[in-house]
């Protein structure tokens, strides 16, 4: 089985910031990409960043320059880092890791269960 634990949401003013953590946990092989999804109310889950496991990044043009994503390879966890944060950041914060469990296993998506961030104005 494979576990991605999310944790570091919660409630912060406009300009405020937080630090988003998931951790991924059992058979594990190899990761490859990693990186945060969000959904916001009524809408449909969007790429927030991602990250290779050689340390590549790429951000979704609304939070450039505010967030950053990283990860530790050794930990098998991924952070994103979130100043100048806005209420229209407000959103379910998701968790994505592209993985094998063996060296025979195909490479497939697995996510987290979800953090709540909520900017309020």
């Known amino acids: 089985q494979v576990q991605l634990v999310e944790s570091g949401g919660g409630l912060v003013q406009a300009g405020g910031s937080l630090r988003l953590s998931c951790a991924a946990s059992?058979?594990?092989?190899?990761?490859?990409?990693m990186g945060w999804y969000r959904q916001g109310p009524g809408m449909r889950r969007e790429l927030v960043a991602a990250?290779?496991?050689?340390?590549?990044?790429n951000y979704t043009d609304s939070v450039k320059g505010r967030f950053t994503i990283s990860r530790d390879n050794t930990k098998n966890t991924v952070y994103l880092q979130m100043n100048s944060l806005k209420p229209e950041d407000t959103a379910v914060y998701y968790c994505?890791?592209?993985?094998?469990?063996?060296?025979?296993?195909?490479?497939?998506?697995?996510w987290g269960q979800g953090t709540q961030v909520t900017v309020s104005s």
């Open positions: 994505n890791a592209d993985l094998r469990r063996n060296r025979n296993d195909y490479v497939a998506a697995y």
């Open positions: 990250i290779t496991s050689g340390g590549n990044t």
């Open positions: 059992g058979n594990i092989f190899s990761i490859n990409d």
